[in-house]
């Protein structure tokens, strides 16, 4: 079972969390959804919205339309490390970053692919997207921080079941790998980068065993990287279903033999799985995401990243649909729509006579970033480009 949830799991987050292109069917008459207790209940306590700097009530439609378009440009305010996705489809996404680079400490463009290659014989990785690379656009940003770390997203895409049982149990191949992934990162002076294969390796190759190696395959890949002073991420799916069952894709072990070899690790706590409109990310679900990974291991609470979404669903009778800031304005903008506070998931949404649009707001940020303040984690935003530019406030 476990493995059908993976496979569901990654086509959710590679095709909505991640794109605006792909529809989700909604089962009009499915079950209610209880939502995971969180470990920790001061995140749900009343006294957390009373230190709130942007309670919900103060979160209007009037108070959107008017401030939404205003930039903070200053110093940082969450005290842990803060990674922001930006995307070739997506422009806005890479004025932010320039706007905004003091707010950050990574940024992961979502240019490269690592795709299996085999050359005289010698089989090995071949990175693609270069094309995507902006020169320009990196040097802006160093400029306006020259603190910010670079390290763009790399999908290992293209990974056959074949494929990938010959690359988990070929030493030589996956050492050849990891060097070229290393220096290609090192040669056009990245500091590092997101690498995303746990998800997309193991719904192809579903084993424990597949598990074991894959462990093995990504210690050589840190390993290389880290020759060349390169910081590593690993970016994975959610640990728990939306009832706070494990999903099987990231067990407390899992984690910590990646953090071990690792810089960070950051799971997918966005694309909360529910037949019925219940959030993006409750944040009962998210705090018990994190707790379930750290409870016995506090010590690696500083290698954590958790998920934080920029964009938020449409739910109708015709399905789910992926919004962004434009298309949320749009919902605002109606007369006959309403603006509500979800005391459940702690999310805002809208309310149409047809629809219902969850979408981030600055209390559902700046209550999510406090959750990981208190757990001492870090946050990493998908994707910076599909938020309001007011969000940055919050930052």
Same mark, same amino acid.
């Given at each position: 079972?476990?493995?059908?949830?993976?496979?569901?799991?990654?086509?959710?987050?590679?095709?909505?969390?991640?794109?605006?292109?792909?529809?989700?069917?909604?089962?009009?008459?499915?079950?209610?959804?209880?939502?995971?207790?969180?470990?920790?209940?001061?995140?749900?306590?009343?006294?957390?919205?009373?230190?709130?700097?942007?309670?919900?009530?103060?979160?209007?439609?009037?108070?959107?339309?008017?401030?939404?378009?205003?930039?903070?440009?200053?110093?940082?305010?969450?005290?842990?490390?803060?990674?922001?996705?930006?995307?070739?489809?997506?422009?806005?996404?890479?004025?932010?970053?320039?706007?905004?680079?003091?707010?950050?400490?990574?940024?992961?463009?979502?240019?490269?692919?690592?795709?299996?290659?085999?050359?005289?014989?010698?089989?090995?990785?071949?990175?693609?997207?270069?094309?995507?690379?902006?020169?320009?656009?990196?040097?802006?940003?160093?400029?306006?921080?020259?603190?910010?770390?670079?390290?763009?997203?790399?999908?290992?895409?293209?990974?056959?079941?074949?494929?990938?049982?010959?690359?988990?149990?070929?030493?030589?191949?996956?050492?050849?790998?990891?060097?070229?992934?290393?220096?290609?990162?090192?040669?056009?002076?990245?500091?590092?980068?997101?690498?995303?294969? $746990?998800?997309?390796?193991?719904?192809?190759?579903?084993?424990? *065993?597949?598990?074991? =190696?894959? @462990?093995?395959? #990504?210690?050589? &890949?840190?390993?290389?990287?880290?020759?060349?002073?390169?910081?590593?991420?690993?970016?994975?799916?959610?640990?728990?279903?939306?009832?706070?069952?494990?999903?099987?894709?990231?067990?407390?072990?899992?984690?910590?033999?990646?953090?071990?070899?690792?810089?960070?690790?950051?799971?997918?706590?966005?694309?909360?799985?529910?037949?019925?409109?219940?959030?993006?990310?409750?944040?009962? $679900?998210?705090?018990?995401?994190?707790?379930?990974?750290?409870? *016995?291991?506090?010590? =690696?609470? @500083?290698?954590? #990243?958790?998920? &934080?979404?920029?964009?938020?669903?449409?739910?109708?009778?015709?399905?789910?649909?992926?919004?962004?800031?434009?298309?949320?304005?749009?919902?605002?903008?109606?007369?006959?729509?309403?603006?509500?506070?979800?005391?459940?998931?702690?999310?805002?949404?809208?309310?149409?006579?047809?629809?219902?649009?969850?979408?981030?707001?600055?209390?559902?940020?700046?209550?999510?970033?406090?959750?990981?303040?208190?757990?001492?984690?870090?946050?990493?935003?998908? *994707?910076?480009?599909?938020?309001?530019?007011?969000?940055?406030?919050? &930052?």
């Amino acid at each position: 079972m476990k493995w059908l949830i993976i496979c569901a799991l990654i086509g959710l987050s590679l095709e909505l969390g991640k794109s605006d292109k792909k529809k989700k069917v909604v089962e009009e008459e499915a079950p209610e959804q209880t939502l995971p207790e969180a470990a920790d209940e001061s995140d749900l306590n009343p006294e957390v919205l009373k230190s709130l700097k942007h309670p919900p009530k103060t979160v209007t439609k009037e108070s959107i339309l008017k401030e939404h378009e205003e930039l903070d440009r200053g110093e940082k305010q969450f005290k842990g490390p803060l990674l922001a996705y930006i995307t070739p489809w997506n422009g806005h996404g890479y004025d932010m970053a320039k706007w905004t680079a003091k707010k950050l400490t990574h940024i992961s463009p979502v240019w490269l692919q690592a795709k299996p290659s085999e050359d005289e014989g010698n089989v090995a990785c071949t990175i693609a997207g270069t094309h995507d690379i902006d020169r320009g656009w990196m040097e802006e940003l160093r400029h306006n921080n020259p603190d910010i770390k670079i390290v763009p997203r790399i999908l290992f895409e293209g990974w056959t079941l074949d494929i990938v049982q010959k690359f988990l149990q070929d030493e030589s191949w996956t050492t050849r790998c990891a060097r070229n992934i290393a220096e290609f990162l090192s040669r056009n002076q990245f500091e590092g980068a997101v690498i995303e294969a $746990w998800m997309q390796i193991l719904t192809v190759a579903r084993s424990r *065993e597949a598990i074991f =190696l894959l @462990h093995e395959a #990504l210690e050589t &890949l840190s390993k290389a990287m880290k020759k060349h002073e390169l910081l590593v991420f690993y970016a994975v799916g959610p640990p728990l279903r939306d009832v706070g069952e494990p999903t099987g894709i990231l067990e407390p072990e899992d984690f910590k033999k990646l953090a071990s070899h690792a810089d960070f690790v950051q799971i997918m706590t966005y694309d909360y799985m529910s037949q019925k409109p219940a959030g993006v990310a409750p944040i009962p $679900w998210v705090a018990a995401s994190i707790d379930y990974l750290l409870t *016995e291991q506090l010590e =690696l609470k @500083h290698k954590l #990243l958790i998920g &934080l979404n920029y964009y938020g669903y449409e739910y109708s009778k015709s399905g789910m649909e992926p919004v962004k800031y434009d298309k949320f304005l749009g919902f605002i903008k109606q007369q006959d729509s309403v603006l509500e506070w979800d005391p459940q998931a702690m999310e805002h949404r809208v309310r149409g006579k047809e629809f219902i649009v969850y979408y981030p707001s600055t209390t559902s940020l700046e209550m999510r970033l406090k959750v990981a303040d208190s757990r001492g984690v870090g946050c990493a935003i998908w *994707e910076y480009g599909q938020g309001l530019q007011y969000f940055s406030k919050v &930052l």
